[in-house]
């Protein structure tokens, strides 16, 4: 499955880069997923979302009920050879939308009669139009939460990867050539439809975490900073760009693509919500945050959010 060669590669490369520069990350990461795994109630399964190879995630911590979820075929034996734990663990997509857009890119990026590739600009604006009309439901998710009824759930850094991995799949399906437009300056149609692709994404997926009724212990990347201008954060704002100090312009990328998750809590006390600074690589920095949402009532919370959805 191409996802899973994807997810492979992805990771291949996350894994290979200098970490010179992660120690703080990574011990932020862990001190904030531990106290999560620490406060579980081992009772009730525990579910650790992208939890690639363990990297970030204290496994030492983790209740014997926890489970492992990530695409990366890999994942499991990864985590096994750096923690010495083989936890029961899911593969799947969780968009749930990924694989039918592949299909979908595939079909688009190839002439019906012969099968060769198109990256025409027909073929493009035609996959751009057709791809607004995608759904993506984590419908996998939602049904193992169904069936198992976790406590807490953690979210190990995944949550901005869904649009890079879709923009993979794309590029993917027209087998090396660049089905972006070239000119920065103009606009990209199909580019426009795969960002508006993650934002429903990454919609359903917070939707399927909230109706849980977990407790929820959240990190991912709020935002991406490119080139070498030296980037901190200034006291917490509900906007991630009103943080940034810098003393240049900065070229900057949101990888949840508009959708602000505090805001899709609705109803529902953020009690831990801070931001710090990742220097993943040089040139690229990345604005990482955590949040947790404490467990509520999955009937009521399923209540509140179906009468926000209903117009009084
Ligand atoms: C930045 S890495 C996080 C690393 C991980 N927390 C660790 O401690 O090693 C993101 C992880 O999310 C997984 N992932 C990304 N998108 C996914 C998807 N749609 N479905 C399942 N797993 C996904 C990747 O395979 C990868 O392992």
Redesign the pocket.
Same mark, same amino acid.
């Given at each position: 499955m191409n !996802?899973a060669k994807d &997810?492979a590669a992805? /990771?291949r490369a %996350?894994l290979g880069r200098d970490k010179g520069r992660w120690q703080d990350h990574l011990a932020r990461a862990r001190a904030f997923l531990g106290e999560g795994l620490a406060a579980a109630d081992p009772a009730a399964p525990v579910l650790i979302l *992208?939890? *690639?190879? *363990? !990297?970030? #995630?204290p496994w030492d911590l983790a209740p014997a009920s926890a489970v492992g979820? =990530? *695409?990366?075929p890999w994942?499991r034996v990864r985590t096994f050879l750096r923690h010495r734990r083989f936890p029961p663990w899911v593969f /799947? =997509? &969780?968009?749930g939308g &990924?694989d039918e857009l592949a299909a979908l890119a595939w079909r688009t990026a190839r002439q019906p009669w012969s099968g060769r590739i198109r990256a025409t600009r027909v073929a493009t604006r035609r996959l751009a139009g057709l791809a607004a009309s995608l759904d993506p439901r984590p419908e996998p998710l939602r049904a193992w939460i169904r069936l198992h009824r976790p406590g807490t759930i953690l979210a190990?850094? !995944?949550m901005g /990867? %869904?649009g890079v #991995?879709a923009q993979r799949l794309v590029e993917r399906a027209f087998q090396g050539r660049p089905p972006w437009t070239p000119d920065p300056e103009l606009p990209d149609p199909l580019e426009q439809a795969i960002h508006a692709w993650t934002a429903r994404a990454v919609r359903a997926w917070l939707a399927a975490l909230l109706e849980s009724g977990a407790d929820l212990w959240l990190i991912h990347d709020r935002g991406v900073i490119f080139g070498s201008v030296p980037v901190t954060l200034g006291p917490m704002e509900a906007s991630w760009l009103a943080q940034l100090r810098a003393a240049g312009p900065l070229e900057v990328s949101d990888p949840l693509c508009g959708v602000e998750p505090a805001a899709e809590f609705k109803g529902r006390p953020i009690s831990r919500h801070h931001r710090w600074i990742w220097p993943v690589a040089p040139g690229q920095t990345h604005v990482m945050e955590a949040m947790r949402i404490a467990s509520g009532n999955p009937d009521e919370i399923l209540m509140q959010h179906v009468s926000l959805l209903t117009p009084s």
């Open positions: !996802l &997810l992805e /990771q %996350f *992208g939890a *690639g190879s *363990g !990297l970030e #995630v979820w =990530d *695409g990366d994942s /799947q =997509d &969780l968009t &990924l190990a850094n !995944l /990867q %869904f #991995v």
